[in-house]
């Protein structure tokens, strides 16, 4: 098996598609920069493997779940209703204000709500 003195030029467009990647190029030999072989690479790796990616991405997908999103602003923003409980214990008649607490009795009373201990 014979070497070849140097290393082999990338095999790549001649035409280079602008002025960036004109000065890349070895002008003497026509090989590629490393950068621009990196970016070739890339390019054709990507498209080798382009579709057991999507298929990866769809699997992927289907087995997990997508976080919330909660936007921003008023259209962003919602407010759960709290659970209406159905009793009342010592605390809530304790630490409500006048005004609430005979509500909450008048509940009470009335077999709306009941009362724990």
Request: aromatic share 6%.
């Amino acid at each position: 098996m014979a070497r070849t003195k140097g290393t082999a030029p990338a095999k790549a467009n001649t035409e280079p598609a602008s002025k960036g990647e004109e000065k890349l190029r070895d002008k003497r030999t026509g090989r590629l920069s490393t950068a621009e072989a990196r970016r070739e690479y890339q390019r054709r790796y990507y498209q080798l493997h382009k579709e057991k990616a999507k298929e990866y991405q769809r699997q992927y997908n289907l087995t997990h779940k997508k976080k919330a999103r909660g936007g921003r602003g008023k259209a962003g923003f919602s407010a759960p209703r709290e659970v209406v409980r159905s009793t009342f214990n010592t605390t809530d008649l304790m630490h409500s204000p006048v005004e609430k607490t005979i509500r909450m009795i008048e509940q009470i009373i009335k077999g709306e709500r009941l009362f724990t201990m």
